[in-house]
């Protein structure tokens, strides 16, 4: 029987520090595992993600804390960089009620930053294994004095490669100690760990049931794989989600997508492994302050993140188990609001994704991909409610009506539109996508002869960054010139910053640009016929890292 926190023998400070962060009632992992910590106990707690184990660990651990020492009293030991930062939050709004001080160190932080904040009297460290071991080797940590550590989220800890790391940490830590081990699995490589670093630990299984907000919507969209990011860009014209998550499996597959958006005009941030944390850290900012409308993330970085707002989440591909899918999708529907959970399924993963959500109790409606007319008469009525929410004052009507003197409206305002990206996008925005029809059982092979089918053919899509066959004089769409520039992945270059450069140099919008491909040593890219000839000559006399830019027809210099 769940009891609330008042109800518990903790110090008035930390009740305190409750009420003002709203905690009322604890979850069972905090529940199971305070009274085993508070007596001193190793403790092995197999639990989900975002089930409250940061408080399972942290008020047991503060309310039986002493007078303040110089050393590092309690180590807790996590995976990311997002998740450090998370944990050392939380772990300090409460410890700043009974006056206990905690210092953050991760990969990729300012280490004289991190090196203060322990060396001002930190009793609390949360780190991230590879960050940890380097202050290990630079002798900035001392762990002599540790009468605690936690291994939050040891199994993906060890997914990651962090077993040397981590076993290197615990063997400077003291013999006499209490350890903490939390973990959404216990594969045999965790249970190794365990035996290897914990003394008769009570193992705790904390099994609670899966919880999706009830204000979510499930949407599955039947697609090919190749017609993924399509399918995503159509979605995001029709629906205009005010702030979105994308999740991607892999960091390669964020990077395309993230080039993909933003040649198509999107707003978009990255967040994966690779970046550095200044750079995720701004990206997060942005992303909070709504400066960038999408966020394109891989699992692994985008723990951690808590932003209100979020009115989609997008799953590129099935996620690999349903408590990844509630650990995404919890990030919206939050607080009574409307959140919309989509996720994109080939024929292959179909059965898969639905008996998923079967077995979670989520209901999950089937639609079809927005297509360009749909998408197309959205953006129109966006745009035509957009002018109408800014009345022009004086002076431009007054210059209108100087411009019907010479043009009539039918041919001035055709003019007036196709120099407005927004009106352009009106009109080339959206692309073919096929439905997939669900995957059924293969029939016996019939013994008449075989009859022949027509070849069925579909309708190409035009991306604005394709690998295509080299070569040739004319452009591969209609009214397009093909260009060639002499820059390629040698010169770092990219398909996203040949846009940045031709649009902003050039002063064009993104769509007048066709197909990109990006060579070692040059790019051929598409543009149109009546903006070939400004872009050629304005980027002719520009250098590009200090190589000078030469722009010619086809594979002519």
Request: hydrophobic share 40%; with cysteine; aromatic share 4%.
């Amino acid at each position: 029987m769940k009891t609330s926190f008042s109800q518990w023998s903790l110090r008035p400070e930390l009740q305190a520090a409750l009420l003002d962060l709203h905690f009322d009632t604890p979850t069972d992992v905090q529940q199971q595992t305070f009274q085993p910590t508070l007596e001193g106990h190793d403790v092995m707690v197999q639990s989900r993600t975002g089930s409250g184990k940061t408080l399972a660990f942290t008020l047991p651990l503060l309310h039986k804390m002493g007078p303040r020492t110089d050393g590092v009293s309690v180590l807790v030991i996590l995976p990311t960089r997002e998740l450090c930062m998370q944990v050392a939050a939380t772990m300090k709004r409460v410890g700043a009620f009974v006056d206990v001080r905690v210092a953050a160190v991760y990969g990729g932080g300012s280490f004289p930053d991190q090196l203060r904040s322990i060396k001002y009297g930190a009793q609390v460290v949360c780190g991230t294994p590879g960050r940890l071991c380097e202050h290990l080797d630079r002798r900035t940590l001392k762990l002599d004095q540790c009468r605690t550590v936690v291994l939050d989220e040891a199994d993906e800890m060890l997914n990651m490669g962090f077993a040397e790391e981590l076993q290197r940490i615990v063997s400077q830590l003291p013999a006499e100690r209490q350890t903490m081990l939390f973990s959404a699995t216990l594969p045999e490589t965790v249970q190794d760990l365990a035996r290897r670093s914990m003394r008769d630990p009570r193992v705790l299984t904390i099994d609670e049931a899966l919880s999706i907000p009830t204000e979510i919507q499930h949407v599955c969209y039947e697609t090919a794989a190749d017609q993924k990011m399509s399918a995503l860009l159509n979605l995001l014209h029709a629906e205009a989600p005010r702030r979105a998550l994308v999740f991607c499996h892999t960091k390669a597959e964020t990077e395309q997508l993230v080039e993909r958006l933003g040649t198509d005009g999107f707003s978009v941030g990255l967040l994966n492994g690779d970046l550095p944390q200044v750079v995720r850290t701004r990206t997060l900012q942005q992303f909070r302050q709504g400066d960038i409308a999408l966020l394109v993330a891989t699992d692994v970085a985008a723990r951690g993140i808590d932003v209100e707002g979020i009115t989609h989440v997008f799953n590129m591909a099935v996620p690999r188990a349903i408590e990844t899918y509630v650990h995404r999708v919890g990030r919206t529907g939050r607080a009574g609001h409307f959140g919309q959970a989509a996720t994109f399924v080939t024929s292959r993963d179909n059965r898969r994704f639905k008996q998923m959500l079967r077995d979670a109790g989520v209901r999950v409606e089937v639609r079809t991909v927005p297509q360009p007319v749909t998408v197309r008469q959205n953006l129109r009525t966006r745009y035509l409610e957009t002018l109408g929410s800014q009345p022009a004052g004086a002076a431009w009507k007054s210059l209108a009506s100087d411009l019907l003197q010479f043009l009539p409206a039918e041919d001035l305002i055709p003019l007036l539109l196709a120099r407005d990206p927004a009106a352009r996008a009106v009109l080339e925005a959206g692309a073919p996508v096929t439905q997939v029809v669900e995957a059924r059982p293969v029939q016996p092979k019939q013994t008449h002869p075989k009859q022949m089918h027509p070849k069925q053919t579909h309708p190409k899509q035009a991306h604005p960054k394709q690998t295509l066959r080299r070569g040739g004089e004319t452009s591969h769409e209609a009214e397009m010139v093909r260009l060639k520039i002499n820059l390629g992945r040698r010169d770092r270059l990219t398909a996203a910053s040949l846009v940045k450069l031709v649009c902003t140099t050039g002063e064009v919008a993104a769509g007048v640009l066709g197909v990109i491909t990006v060579d070692q040593t040059c790019t051929m890219f598409d543009i149109r016929a009546d903006s070939a000839t400004q872009v050629r000559n304005l980027l002719n006399v520009l250098s590009y890292k200090g190589r000078q830019v030469r722009v010619s027809l086809g594979n002519r210099y």
